[in-house]
């Protein structure tokens, strides 16, 4: 399929304005207010500058009059004007950057309340395929249009204005051939613009797009630089980023090239202004329209015409020069509005648990509550579904309170898959799910083989995905949990549950001490039901029995994915997945078998 093309057009203009819907959420808004004073800030600058243009005029005049008083006055005067035009352009950069700090922080808060929303970071990340490099959009290409169009969108809305004084006052002094001749410079300088801003504009967006795979290259090593450095692996490693470099080298040569052409007309532009304006100039001059004049009223009266001509010019200029501002948002925007629509659709369309018609059980009856019902539930890849390609099909499953089940079969037959489409993460492509219970951290709980480590301190780790706030008080059972998990040296380390932490807990915790943050934290929350996906297989054996000890005690339903057989003596059934050979469809599939098992944890010998 052919990549689609993002250009200087209508889809432009209107992601843009759900963008501009973000950034002046109200007319009362902060932004709002900004934005107005750096109105006010521009009309204020462009008429101070009209009289600061007339300050050359008025030095002719004294100089050919040899006016001593009259200089004196005069340099006063200018000396007045150019300290508050120095004033009004600070005050005007000081308000654009705020402007471009208060909309930067809407926009990614915006971004941020779906990304963040349920699991659409894990569906926009992993499997849509249409949506690349999300923390780039987020982080980068935000500042970058926030920051071109508080640059230009001032000096944007008030150029019609000026513009049309400066055409009245060049028309005055020059006749209409005057501002004839400056509106054709501009609609032919226009023209050729737009024709070299659209290719522009579509290599800017890829541009940003190969930024982010680059950089995403060194992070993916810089994270698992330890597993690289014992593999010895750099030299692949090398390749493979020299490869995401070239591509990206490859696209700026172009985008180099492309905006050579737009920058020579760019420039060709403010140039040529400037002769301009003494050809139109030299109109009246050359007729005899200004004979009348003595030397020093002539020159006093072309400094003035020179300065409205060129400054009607000028603004017109100042608008080709936008032209890069105006490429870098519209090939961020394009960027973000992607992002924003992708996100605000999963959000609009969101349902985990699809509460739909009952469904049978398997062979075996307890008196807890269901949590998950599953009928005839098939599931396949998300990225690969469109091809045919099923995982396991036909389950049907009751998962009750009190009856812990352990999932066991060879790796890839569907195990982790299986626990994506309870938790939703994955839609189940025929069938249905029926969740009973709130995902909530005291109802449902996930525990991965690799557990998240946010970034904070110890109790923030230990209370995570809750505000630590609400374990204000409980610092004794915490501290009891620490001992059971062997994880003391922690606390004694940090000194405090609260120490504001400044390093990378992945690089301070082993594999084994990570999975064990991830008990103490299901301790914690001691939910009704918990799901385990291997979430022991960096410990010993002596450990994973201590730990799951604790987890029946606590009276935790246990939904285990396990290799080990001592994983056994914890669970009363096992669901078997076994993947096998069909000739006839050339393909793999799983079957599945629940069986009970031979209990001893309960016996009297344990």
Request: aromatic share 14%; hydrophobic share 40%; with cysteine.
């Amino acid at each position: 399929m052919a990549r689609k093309g993002y250009y200087f057009d209508l889809a432009f203009f209107s992601k843009f304005c759900k963008d501009l819907k973000i950034m002046f959420p109200r007319w009362n808004s902060g932004t709002v207010f900004l934005f107005a004073c750096l109105l006010c800030l521009v009309l204020l600058e462009q008429f101070v500058v009209y009289y600061v243009g007339l300050l050359a005029s008025e030095f002719y005049q004294v100089f050919g009059n040899k006016d001593w008083n009259g200089f004196k006055r005069h340099l006063i005067y200018s000396v007045t004007l150019i300290v508050s035009i120095a004033f009004i352009v600070s005050t005007k950069k000081f308000v654009s950057s705020e402007f471009y700090v208060t909309s930067r922080h809407l926009i990614t808060k915006r971004l941020h309340s779906s990304y963040f929303a349920d699991i659409n970071y894990y569906k926009l990340n992993i499997l849509d395929n249409n949506i690349d490099n999300v923390d780039q959009r987020i982080t980068q290409d935000v500042s970058k249009m926030c920051n071109s169009f508080s640059l230009i969108i001032a000096d944007l809305l008030v150029s019609p204005f000026t513009i049309v004084y400066y055409t009245y006052t060049t028309w005055t002094s020059t006749g209409f051939i005057g501002p004839i001749c400056v509106f054709a410079f501009f609609v032919i300088s226009s023209v050729i613009n737009k024709f070299l801003m659209s290719p522009v504009v579509q290599l800017v967006f890829s541009q940003e797009r190969l930024e982010g795979d680059f950089r995403f290259q060194h992070v993916q090593f810089r994270s698992s630089c330890e597993s690289a450095a014992f593999l010895r692996c750099g030299q692949a490693e090398l390749k493979k980023a020299n490869e995401k470099l070239l591509q990206l080298v490859h696209v700026q040569h172009r985008l180099v090239f492309s905006q050579f052409p737009l920058n020579f007309s760019v420039y060709m532009a403010a140039y040529f202004g400037s002769i301009l304006s003494y050809v139109i100039l030299a109109i009246p001059v050359f007729s005899g329209v200004y004979d009348h004049l003595s030397p020093a009223d002539l020159s006093a009266l072309i400094s003035e015409n020179a300065f409205v001509t060129i400054y009607l010019i000028s603004c017109f200029t100042r608008l080709i020069d936008m032209a890069p501002e105006v490429t870098d948002i519209a090939g961020t925007a394009h960027r973000i509005g992607q992002l924003l629509e992708q996100a605000d659709s999963l959000s609009d369309s969101e349902e985990l648990c699809d509460t739909k018609t009952s469904v049978s059980s398997i062979g075996f009856s307890h008196s807890g509550a269901t949590v998950y019902m599953l009928d005839n539930v098939s599931v396949s890849p998300p990225t690969n579904s469109a091809n045919g390609q099923v995982l396991f099909e036909g389950l049907n499953l009751k998962l009750e309170i009190g009856v812990n089940i352990l999932i066991s079969g060879d790796s890839g037959c569907g195990k982790s898959s299986l626990l994506r489409a309870l938790d939703g993460l994955w839609p189940v492509t025929e069938g249905s799910i029926d969740c009973s219970l709130s995902r909530s951290s005291s109802e449902i709980f996930f525990l991965p083989q690799k557990s998240y480590l946010t970034n904070g301190s110890l109790r923030q780790q230990i209370t995570f995905p809750d505000y630590e706030e609400l374990s204000i008080g409980k610092e004794q059972q915490l501290i009891e949990y620490l001992k059971l998990t062997e994880l003391s040296h922690l606390l004694e380390r940090v000194k405090s549950f609260d120490f504001p932490v400044k390093w990378n807990w992945y690089n301070i915790l082993s594999p084994g001490e990570i999975q064990r943050i991830g008990f103490v934290r299901l301790f914690y929350h001691q939910p009704r039901f918990a799901v385990l996906d291997e979430a022991t297989s960096q410990m010993d054996i002596e450990m994973e029995k201590k730990l799951y000890t604790q987890c029946i005690q606590m009276k935790i339903t246990l939904l285990s994915v396990g290799h080990r057989s001592t994983l056994r003596h914890f669970h009363q059934f096992e669901l078997n997945l076994t993947r096998l050979h069909v000739e006839e469809k050339e393909d793999n599939i799983v079957t599945w078998q629940m069986e009970p098992i031979e209990n001893k944890l309960y016996s009297s010998n344990l």
